[in-house]
C-alpha cells in the first residue's frame, strides 16, 4: 500500500431519525454535506488517505491517542440543524480496518458500514457506533 493513495469509506445509517440532519464532521468541527433524514436510510461518502501501516489520514479523520482513528457523522444541532432537539456525534472506528481490506478497496471498489440509526433511549444513536456486521467491499 503506498502512501497517499485514497479509498473511500461508505458510512449507511439504516434508520435515522426521520427529521432530524445528519453531516459528517470535518477536523474543524464542521459540519459538511448536511441531509435531513426521511423515511429511509442515508448514507456519507469519506475519502480518506491511507499509508502503509495502515495509517489514516483526510479532512474528516480524527484522532485520540497514538493509534485511534475515527470519523464523526454530526446529528441534530451538531450538523448544524437550528432548532433540533437532538445535538449529538456518532464516532465510528476506523483504525482497525485491516491492510488486506483496503487493499481490496483500493483494488476497485468502496469500503462500506452499515451503521444503526437509533440509541436505547429512542434517539439518534451516538458516542461510539458500531457497525452492524462486518465492513464490506462495494463496487
Not at 493509534?67 to 451538531?78: D, E, K, L, P, S
Not at 483496503?102 to 468502496?110: H, N, S
Not at 444513536?125 to 456486521?133: E, F, K, L, N
Request: aromatic residues 6%; proline residues 8%; glycine residues 12%.
Amino acid at each position: 500500500m503506498a502512501a497517499g493513495q485514497v479509498v473511500t469509506l461508505r458510512l449507511r445509517i439504516r434508520d435515522p431519525l426521520p427529521g432530524v440532519a445528519y453531516s459528517l464532521q470535518n477536523k474543524r468541527s464542521e459540519p459538511v454535506g448536511q441531509v435531513t433524514a426521511g423515511d429511509g436510510p442515508i448514507s456519507f461518502d469519506v475519502p480518506v488517505r491511507i499509508a502503509p501501516g495502515p495509517r489514516f489520514y483526510g479532512d474528516f479523520v480524527r484522532s485520540e491517542g497514538a493509534t485511534r482513528r475515527f470519523v464523526y457523522i454530526a446529528i441534530g444541532g451538531q450538523a448544524g440543524q437550528r432548532p433540533s432537539a437532538w445535538s449529538r456525534r456518532a464516532k465510528i472506528d476506523i483504525h482497525g480496518l485491516s491492510a488486506e481490506l483496503l487493499e481490496e478497496a483500493l483494488a476497485g471498489g468502496v469500503l462500506a458500514a452499515e451503521l444503526p440509526g437509533r440509541a436505547e433511549d429512542g434517539g439518534p444513536a451516538c458516542a461510539t457506533v458500531r457497525p452492524i456486521g462486518a465492513w464490506q467491499v462495494v463496487e
